[in-house]
């Protein structure tokens, strides 16, 4: 087992190595110049600030030794400093992670809750009204882009209703807590703060329900699968020619069979969600990763795209070894082979 | 297939609990109503602030970040909302040149205060344009030619520049020139040595604190989220009307019009005219426009793929083959005005009226004439490149768009090339592009930084080799410290760019902010801050 988990992170490492120099190969055939995104309009007609720029920025280099100097600076754990930003790309994650890290969180948290139970029951009860919602909420969920069910949940809740907060992590006016994790939950819990805290919890509601429909969609519809074709096997037929109660035969015998393609498909679809929430971002106004990555790209900001592309890829690649190994605690037979 | 009824499940509560545990969550979840005190004391601005770098004025050159520097840091001189032609005193009561031509005398307005409480002096002065010209960052560029300044006494400053006619006092109106109080920034880490550009440390202190004599003072920026700043409670025209000011990151204009209709924010800055039209009859919202002092163009190189671009009467035929008026009717929904050429309207000696007079005005009989003397009666085709973007809600795909359609009528062919920004920036700094539509906003409401930009960088941007007479032009107009004369020269300026079209300036926007009735006295600009926040107040 310990052998496989070396040989498993040994791979990974060779594999966000790989995603990197794809990246920086992409980055560097776009025929945008970083110094013309990032120079204002007099410097950037100026050749000789122009070419000062690229040598501070180690630009002018050779393409195989930015990409060694990358690496180099990698190794001792500096991400280099942003263009766009002028500060250091690790300092910008910082400031970025924990707004998408908290709302990503919250928004798994909630697929999971709400898919999982749905998918089983709407297996459970075929055809059932419970079934029709569930594949109602999948379609929805998968289908209904994010830009506009973010527009029109806020115009519905917080625009029509009032019910729910606007855009942002916190109202205007309230103060913000003093930064202990960047997770607004956790920091006002720590200082005390109740009110922050139900404020910070109040606007998450609508940005965590809009990123977490698409996950909640595929959730559902893996679980009721893969429950679906559980209850039609042997061991089940088994189980209920015992006489076991149909809940027992369900929870007991059904369900730890169904969770392996859905822990699978749960893993990535919570690396998905800590990456990828562009959409939600830009409309809730909400400081995460998503906007800056963005941004990194459209400016050409060529440190902060490496720095992304190492972590993005980092993060799946040990969501995926993480899978892999909770299906030894979930499946025996796995372990033992 | 249906199974049996399985006994046990649907029957827990378990959703009815969690929507139970969510109302109750988000019955309190709006703490601070649109009335409550706290909610009056705070000016809560919505702006997309993702562009900005730095709120370290020596640093402050994109486009939002100059509204919290002036609220921050007051200069030397200003400009009155409406008027972008005379400069006004501020910290400096009155200034002259001396008689060697060269140096500019300022004398400092006695008494005033930084927000710390400290004097502003001579030395405080000097500093912050020493440290100007020592880190030579972009706001840097506009003042190149000044060569010092010096302290001549505890209220008085001399500027001293290298090249005499150009102009100065006029440019360092804009934010990035505020006055910095220099034991602050000195005491976190800033330097005005020669080697401060490797040396001062101070911009990151300065990112979220501010060490201004402006009405508002800077406590915190947290970065695609808001910028938060306090009152000035020494500040020398009055005491500021808001406890505080918030502004918060708003990049999506829908989210910004729910969140003013809804009272969380008090201004909107970024809406579009569709937006703008359904909030006229919100008896909460009062709709402020301003010209501004942007434009987009299209920018005509004298391409060498492309000889028909090289001949300046096939340029003016496009000029004359442009339905204006259908644009800033259609596209800018009537928001906008057309100056005549690169000097928008709103500046010395360029009004809407001499467009009509002397610039490119829809006149396709005169597009075909144009086209037959050029020797292309039946036309040509040229590549037409924009990016990505839009400005003030016009899309530069619907203007492509409609430029394609007006063009063919007189069979120019604009062969349409989308991409992105950077791209296009490249490919149009660079000299490569034959045809561009783009966008123009000004560090300051100086003539000459729009004319000297035409005949020098923007010129190679359009491979223009710009005959002596008209760089002659140019330094006259700059040099001409009558304002009348000045206006004179500007206009026959305007008229010889129509001429060469080169450039063929489509939309000046008229910008419509949306402000709450709560607030008073917010004074819009078109000067480069959006909004003077001094005299604003709770109505």
């Not at chain 2, 001429?499 to 949306?514: G, S």
């Amino acid at each position: 087992m310990i052998r496989y988990v070396i040989s498993r992170l040994a791979t990974a490492v060779v594999m966000v190595l790989l995603a990197t120099l794809v990246i920086f190969l992409i980055a560097n055939t776009v025929p945008g110049d970083p110094a013309m995104a990032a120079l204002g309009d007099m410097q950037a007609s100026d050749p000789v600030q122009v070419r000062e720029f690229r040598a501070r920025w180690g630009l002018d280099l050779p393409l195989w030794e930015q990409y060694w100097l990358f690496l180099k600076r990698l190794a001792q754990g500096d991400l280099g400093i942003s263009i766009s930003s002028r500060r250091p790309v690790l300092a910008d994650i910082i400031d970025y992670a924990p707004a998408t890290l908290e709302l990503a969180t919250i928004a798994f948290l909630l697929s999971l809750a709400v898919g999982l139970p749905l998918g089983v029951v709407a297996a459970v009860k075929r055809d059932s009204w419970v079934d029709h919602l569930a594949r109602f909420v999948a379609l929805i969920g998968v289908s209904a882009p994010t830009f506009w069910l973010a527009f029109i949940m806020l115009a519905i809740f917080y625009g029509q209703l009032d019910w729910a907060p606007g855009p942002g992590r916190l109202d205007p006016i309230a103060f913000p807590p003093d930064r202990i994790t960047g997770l607004l939950l956790i920091d006002t819990a720590l200082a005390g703060d109740w009110e922050t805290f139900r404020d910070a919890a109040a606007h998450l509601v609508l940005p965590s329900i809009v990123l977490a429909a698409s996950t909640l969609g595929l959730i559902t519809r893996t679980t009721r699968a893969a429950m679906l074709e559980a209850l039609n096997q042997d061991y089940v037929r088994v189980a209920r020619a015992k006489g076991l109660l149909a809940r027992v035969v369900v929870t007991g015998h059904a369900v730890p069979n169904a969770m392996l393609p859905v822990v699978t498909l749960g893993g990535l679809a919570y690396a998905n969600l800590l990456t990828g929430a562009v959409m939600t971002e830009t409309v809730f106004g909400w400081p995460g990763l998503g906007r800056y990555t963005f941004r990194s790209a459209v400016t050409v900001d060529f440190p902060a795209i490496m720095a992304i592309t190492a972590i993005v890829a980092a993060i799946f690649v040990l969501v995926n070894l993480l899978v892999d190994l909770s299906y030894a605690l979930l499946d025996p037979r796995v372990a033992r082979a | 297939m249906a199974d049996q009824d399985e006994p046990g499940f649907g029957r827990r509560p378990l959703m009815a609990g969690a929507a139970g545990m969510l109302t109750s969550l988000l019955a309190g979840a709006r703490p601070a109503d649109a009335q409550s005190s706290a909610r009056r004391g705070a000016l809560v601005i919505g702006l997309d602030i993702s562009d900005a770098l730095s709120l370290d004025p020596v640093r402050v050159y994109q486009y939002s970040n100059p509204l919290p520097t002036r609220a921050a840091y007051d200069g030397l001189v200003t400009y009155d909302a409406g008027d972008n032609i005379t400069v006004k005193p501020a910290l400096a009561t009155e200034w002259s040149y001396l008689p060697d031509g060269k140096t500019i005398r300022f004398k400092l307005r006695p008494g005033v205060k930084f927000a710390s409480g400290a004097t502003v002096t001579a030395e405080d002065v000097r500093f912050s344009f020493a440290r100007h010209l020592a880190i030579k960052d972009q706001p840097f560029q506009y003042i190149s030619h000044v060569e010092s300044v010096a302290v001549v006494d505890a209220t008085t400053v001399d500027l001293v520049l290298k090249d005499p006619t150009l102009p100065v006092i006029s440019i360092i109106a804009t934010p990035a020139f505020g006055i910095q109080e220099k034991s602050q920034v000195v005491a976190n880490g800033g330097t005005d040595a020669a080697d401060a550009k490797d040396k001062d440390k101070a911009t990151e202190w300065l990112n979220n604190n501010s060490a201004g004599a402006g009405p508002y003072r800077l406590t915190g920026w947290q970065r695609n989220q808001q910028i938060q700043m306090v009152r000035n409670p020494h500040y020398w025209r009055g005491a500021p009307g808001y406890e505080r000011v918030l502004i918060r990151h708003m990049s999506e204009s829908a989210a910004q019009l729910l969140a003013i209709q809804r009272g969380d924010i008090d201004v909107a800055f970024n809406l579009i005219p569709e937006q703008i039209a359904t909030l006229e009859n919100d008896p909460n919202i009062s709709i402020m426009g301003t010209p501004s002092l942007d434009f987009i163009y299209m920018a005509v190189a004298e391409a060498p793929s492309n000889p028909a671009l090289q001949n300046k009467l096939a340029r003016q035929a496009i000029g004359h083959a442009i339905d204006f008026d259908g644009i800033i009717k259609n596209l800018a929904g009537g928001a906008a005005v057309r100056p005549t050429s690169f000097l928008p309207v709103g500046t010395n000696g360029s009004t809407e009226a001499l467009t009509k007079e002397i610039g490119f005005n829809e006149d396709l009989p005169k597009a075909r004439r144009l086209l037959a003397e050029a020797g292309l009666p039946n036309g040509f085709k040229f590549q037409l490149a924009y990016g990505n973007a839009a400005i003030a809600g016009v899309t530069y795909q619907n203007l492509a768009q409609k430029i394609q359609a007006d063009l063919a009528r007189v069979g120019i062919v604009a062969e349409l090339a989308p991409m992105d920004q950077v791209n296009l920036r490249t490919m149009f700094l660079g000299g490569k592009a034959e045809a561009v539509l783009t966008f123009w906003n000004p560090p300051a409401p100086e003539n000459w930084l729009w004319t000297s930009a035409t005949v020098n960088r923007v010129a190679r941007r359009v491979v223009w080799d710009v005959p002596a007479d008209m760089h002659k032009l140019v330094a006259d107009a700059g040099a001409e410290r009558d304002l009348a004369k000045a206006a004179v020269l500007y206009r026959e300026y305007q008229k010889r760019m129509v001429d060469f079209a080169h450039h063929i300036v489509l939309v000046q926007p008229v910008y419509q902010v949306a402000v709450r009735k709560s607030v008073g006295g917010l004074n819009l600009t078109a000067a480069g801050w959006m909004a003077d926040l001094a005299a604003a107040k709770p109505a």
